[in-house]
Structures are given as C-alpha cells and as structure tokens.
C-alpha cells in the first residue's frame, strides 16, 4: 500500500496527534519487553509523516520548522524511543535538500513520498573526538566509491530502506553516502543495550567493501562553507524529544496521583491531590515544562525566519535560540523523570509500573551531546556577539 501524502502543516500536526494517541498505551510494554516497535513504524512511514519536508515543487508538504518540532514532541510524549528513530532520517533529508543535485532530489524524495525510511550510520566509537571521522569512501575506477567503517549508535538503521552513512573521501572531506540497508557488504547489528530509548535499536553497522555509485554520495562537508541550518534542525528536534519526554513524564505523573496516591498523613488533605506540598511541586514542575515548550516554540521560529532569509547573523540567532531551548528540555526532561517519584510515592517505584522509563529515556537521551557546551555559546553570544561555531550538533 502507498504511503499517504500529508498536504499541509495542519494535517501533519493532525496525523502526529492521533498516532501519539495510538502509540501511548503500548509504550510502556514496549520498553519492559524490548519489543522493536516495527508495526508502529510502519504506520509512522504509512502515515505520510516522514515525507513532511519534502520541498513542494516535489510533491512534499514542506511543513515549517514550528510544525516539525511539534510532531516530534507529540511523538515523544507518547514514546521516547519511536520519537527518537526518526531524527536522524529528517537530518538526512535535509542533506539532500541542501547539497542533493536536481537528479538525487527527485529520486529520493520520491522515494520518501513513498514511504522509505532513512536510518543513519555516522557516529564511531574509539576514536580521538565525534567528529573524528574515520569511515571510508574510497574511489574505483569507473567513478564509484568503496565504503569500509564501522559505526556504533545507529539509530533507525535496523528499521532501514536508505542508510545515510557519514564519511571521508581520500582529500579527507566529509561526504553522505546513500546506502541501500539490504546491500552486499552492509551488517547491521541489534546490540543496543541502553538503560534507557531501549528500543531505538541504535546498535552497530559494519560496512566492508560496499559498492557505492556516485550518484548516491552527497558532498556534505559543502554544509558548513557558509550560513547553514543544518546543525540548528538537527537539534530542534533533540529539543522537542526531550520536551516530548517531560511532558509525558509529568502526565503521567499528575494520573499516578490522582488515581492511585495518598496524602501525606501531616497534610491535613482527604486525598493526594489536595497535599498544599504535592500542589506546589506539580506547579514548580509545570512552570518547566511549560518553559521548555516555550522555548522550543520560540527555536523553532527562529529557525523559520532564518529559513526565509539566511544569512551568518539568521543562522547564528537560530543556532543560539535551538541551544536554549535544547538546555532547558534537557534539564527539564531529567527533573521530571526523576521528581515523577517524589510526587507519586513508593510504590511507584515497583519495577512492574515501569514508570521509570520516562527518566531512562531522559537521562539516555540527553547525552547525545552536552548541554554545558551549549551554554558556553549562548555565554559568548550575549557577552561578545560572537556566532557559535558551524557544525551539525549547534
């Protein structure tokens, strides 16, 4: 069956809405079982959702970055873990409306409006930094490329049709390279073993001698020669999971105690929701996530203006509002993970409640990259003016 094409920012908004809806009460099974949500990514993909960036001209809904950031945090809301599987395909979708000839354009996009779905393959364990890239296209002599790594974190590669692969050419520029997940050559690896996101799948992809055409590898060191968004959407949608996240966390709490709570003996209350301390620290907790939500909104604008008028100081301003708002979902997302327990009593701290995984998922995500460097940009950007630094995780 074809994948549905979603027309416009309201219908995708609509259809993020009603597949959290649909994914929630399966989530937490999901996580205490292991269990790949293979069925629910297959209606993610039926759904249109994947194909909602895809520029118009090319048949796409071409949905704003506001819009883009909330589906991603009403998916989280439902399931921290399918929320995270698709970031990296929207990063690597991006790659191609950047830096994609007329000819790669029209061929992937068609096959996102069909349905397929892009993993990723760019993170490497062992070596000096992130960005120390070791993975190699090697060119043959007909023009095609041999590609040899290994890449660890693979988020979405297991559940796969493309898997973008983050590499070097032999003049040691960065390039993507497009691979088909059923390739000769390609293993991909289930041993993901996180305490938390526990069915991302995010686990390994070894690459030995795998043939690559030309056409299939984009020049993504090109991104980072002038004014990009690249890094800024990235994060955006980092942001609005750990949004996501929080949000969940703390409905999740408020139902824990209205349905299965007693107050506090001292209180005075007749029941837990009328505990004055329980009252004031679901408010504290609130006010976060509200500020996350604000925040996120606010990045999110920030990067459709620069969209619509890029320059170093757009670019800079997008960068700098998606870092305050990934800093604030990254604290909020672990403060209400955690504060889910304090406001719900001991028992919910029975390992059969899995009420933990919202601060698994939170804590597991939130070392993507750290916030504390993100800080230090805002810093120098209030102090000096000075732009942050152009790369795909600011």
Same mark, same amino acid.
């Given at each position: 069956?074809?994948?549905?094409?979603?027309?416009?920012?309201?219908?995708?908004?609509?259809?993020?809405?009603?597949?959290?809806?649909?994914?929630?009460?399966?989530?937490?099974?999901?996580?205490?079982?292991?269990?790949?949500?293979?069925?629910?990514?297959?209606?993610?993909?039926?759904?249109?959702?994947?194909?909602?960036?895809?520029?118009?001209?090319?048949?796409?809904?071409?949905?704003?970055?506001?819009?883009?950031?909330?589906?991603?945090? %009403? %998916?989280? /809301?439902?399931?921290?873990?399918?929320?995270?599987? $698709?970031?990296?395909?929207?990063?690597?979708?991006?790659?191609?409306?950047?830096?994609?000839?007329?000819?790669?354009?029209?061929?992937?996009?068609?096959?996102?409006?069909?349905?397929?779905?892009?993993?990723?393959?760019?993170?490497?364990?062992?070596?000096?930094?992130?960005?120390?890239?070791?993975?190699?296209?090697?060119?043959?002599?007909?023009?095609?490329?041999?590609?040899?790594?290994?890449?660890?974190?693979?988020?979405?590669?297991?559940?796969?049709?493309?898997?973008?692969?983050?590499?070097?050419?032999?003049?040691?520029?960065?390039?993507?390279?497009?691979?088909?997940?059923?390739?000769?050559?390609?293993?991909?690896?289930?041993?993901?073993?996180?305490?938390?996101?526990?069915?991302?799948? /995010?686990?390994?992809?070894?690459?030995?001698?795998?043939?690559? $055409?030309?056409?299939?590898?984009?020049?993504?060191?090109?991104?980072?020669?002038?004014?990009?968004?690249?890094?800024?959407?990235?994060?955006?949608?980092?942001?609005?999971?750990?949004?996501?996240?929080?949000?969940?966390?703390?409905?999740?709490?408020?139902?824990?105690?209205?349905?299965?709570?007693?107050?506090?003996?001292?209180?005075?209350?007749?029941?837990?929701?009328?505990?004055?301390?329980?009252?004031?620290?679901?408010?504290?907790?609130? %006010?976060?996530?509200?500020?996350?939500?604000?925040?996120?909104?606010?990045?999110?604008?920030?990067?459709?203006?620069?969209?619509?008028?890029?320059?170093?100081? /757009?670019?800079?301003?997008? /960068?700098?509002?998606?870092?305050?708002?990934?800093?604030?979902?990254?604290?909020?997302?672990?403060?209400?993970?955690?504060?889910?327990?304090?406001?719900?009593?001991?028992?919910?701290?029975?390992?059969?409640?899995?009420?933990?995984?919202?601060?698994?998922?939170?804590?597991?995500?939130?070392?993507?990259?750290?916030?504390?460097?993100?800080?230090?940009?805002?810093?120098?950007?209030?102090?000096?003016?000075?732009?942050?630094?152009?790369?795909?995780?600011?």
């Amino acid at each position: 069956m074809p994948a549905h094409v979603i027309a416009d920012d309201a219908e995708a908004l609509a259809v993020a809405t009603a597949l959290a809806d649909e994914f929630r009460p399966g989530a937490s099974a999901r996580d205490s079982e292991r269990r790949l949500p293979r069925a629910e990514l297959d209606r993610l993909s039926a759904s249109g959702l994947l194909a909602v960036t895809v520029p118009a001209d090319h048949g796409g809904a071409d949905v704003r970055a506001t819009t883009l950031a909330e589906v991603f945090r %009403l %998916l989280a /809301s439902a399931d921290g873990s399918l929320a995270q599987i $698709p970031q990296s395909h929207f990063a690597y979708v991006n790659v191609i409306r950047r830096q994609g000839t007329e000819e790669q354009r029209t061929f992937f996009f068609a096959e996102l409006l069909a349905g397929r779905r892009f993993g990723n393959a760019q993170s490497e364990a062992g070596t000096k930094h992130v960005q120390d890239i070791r993975t190699r296209l090697t060119r043959r002599p007909d023009g095609s490329y041999a590609l040899d790594g290994v890449k660890h974190y693979s988020t979405g590669a297991l559940f796969a049709d493309w898997i973008p692969v983050l590499a070097r050419t032999e003049d040691d520029n960065l390039h993507v390279a497009y691979v088909p997940r059923d390739a000769p050559g390609v293993t991909v690896t289930d041993d993901w073993d996180g305490l938390g996101q526990r069915t991302t799948a /995010s686990g390994t992809v070894r690459l030995v001698d795998v043939a690559v $055409p030309a056409d299939r590898v984009l020049p993504h060191h090109l991104t980072f020669q002038g004014p990009q968004l690249h890094g800024a959407v990235a994060q955006l949608l980092h942001a609005a999971i750990d949004a996501g996240i929080a949000a969940g966390a703390l409905a999740e709490a408020a139902e824990f105690v209205r349905t299965k709570s007693r107050p506090w003996f001292e209180s005075g209350a007749e029941t837990a929701v009328e505990d004055p301390l329980l009252v004031q620290r679901f408010g504290e907790l609130a %006010l976060a996530v509200r500020a996350s939500e604000a925040l996120l909104s606010k990045a999110a604008r920030t990067v459709d203006a620069a969209s619509a008028g890029l320059t170093d100081d /757009s670019a800079a301003e997008a /960068s700098i509002a998606v870092a305050a708002a990934k800093v604030q979902a990254a604290r909020t997302a672990v403060e209400v993970g955690s504060a889910l327990f304090e406001v719900s009593g001991t028992r919910a701290a029975l390992d059969s409640l899995n009420l933990h995984r919202h601060w698994r998922d939170a804590r597991t995500h939130t070392l993507h990259d750290p916030t504390r460097w993100k800080v230090q940009h805002i810093g120098r950007h209030v102090l000096t003016g000075t732009r942050p630094p152009r790369h795909g995780l600011l």
